[in-house]
T-cell receptor, first 113, second 115 residues
Framework: QQQVKQSPQSLIVQKGGIPIINCAYE??????FPWYQQFPGKGPALLIA?????SEKKEGRFTISFNKSAKQFSLHIMDSQPGDSATYFC????????????FGKGTRLSVIA | DTEVTQTPKHLVMGMTNKKSLKCEQH?????MYWYKQKAKKPPELMFV???????INESVPSRFSPECPNSSLLNLHLHALQPEDSALYLC??????????????FGPGTRLLVL
């Protein structure tokens, strides 16, 4: 119930393509869904986050789509660039229950020129 | 300033050594975290401090000993580690839940190698 399932494990796209990374959860108490970006040798950095009261959130080239009934959320990267090549982690938490972040297993994205 | 700093960047230690990892933040956050991350895996929560008190210990072996001397500092004391403890150790901080800021800010990590 505490798991967040993330797919795909790895993804290769051409520059300018739109990679999509999907996550699914079971715990209906989760109410905070962030995405973290991690470059090799660095700590994860928050990219964008969404709460269940909206179905979509956009920040720059990054968009989260959220489907509460399906308990799924996804990250879309518009006009992807080689500099976007990194590992992306989705996560979830139940803020009201003060539970820690639960991370997905990560997606390694490679954007090739 | 949204920076979490960690020292050292790299650490090599023997199984009988005692060493400490240090983490510092000046964002006024009152929740601080230690994570362990193995290659190609997500961060794995070890400890959470909230208002300088240990609030979560995820059944971490006693050879890892956390300490929170004040609201800006977090240490992780290491003793008698095993080679399988080699990993990237990440510190993070955030406002405590309910404070309006749920974002966890991560430091760059300490890459630990146990020989």
């Amino acid at each position: 119930q505490q798991q967040v399932k993330q797919s795909p494990q790895s993804l290769i796209v051409q520059k300018g393509g739109i990679p999509i990374i999907n996550c699914a959860y079971e715990n209906t108490a989760f109410d905070y869904f962030p995405w973290y970006q991690q470059f090799p040798g660095k700590g994860p950095a928050l990219l964008i986050a969404i709460r269940p009261d909206v179905s979509e959130k956009k920040e720059g080239r990054f968009t989260i789509s959220f489907n509460k009934s399906a308990k799924q959320f996804s990250l879309h990267i518009m006009d992807s660039q080689p500099g976007d090549s990194a590992t992306y982690f989705c996560a979830a938490a139940a803020l009201s229950g003060n539970t820690p972040l639960v991370f997905g297993k990560g997606t390694r994205l490679s954007v090739i020129a | 300033d949204t920076e979490v700093t960690q020292t050292p960047k790299h650490l090599v230690m023997g199984m009988t050594n005692k060493k400490s990892l240090k983490c510092e933040q000046h964002m006024g956050h009152r929740a601080m975290y230690w994570y362990k991350q193995k290659a190609k895996k997500p961060p794995e929560l070890m400890f959470v401090y909230s208002y300088e008190k240990l609030s979560i210990n995820e059944s971490v072996p006693s050879r890892f000993s956390p300490e929170c001397p004040n609201s800006s500092l977090l240490n992780l004391h290491l003793h008698a580690l095993q080679p399988e403890d080699s990993a990237l150790y990440l510190c993070a901080s955030s406002h405590p839940r309910g404070g309006g800021g749920e974002t966890q800010y991560f430091g760059p990590g300490t890459r630990l190698l146990v020989l």
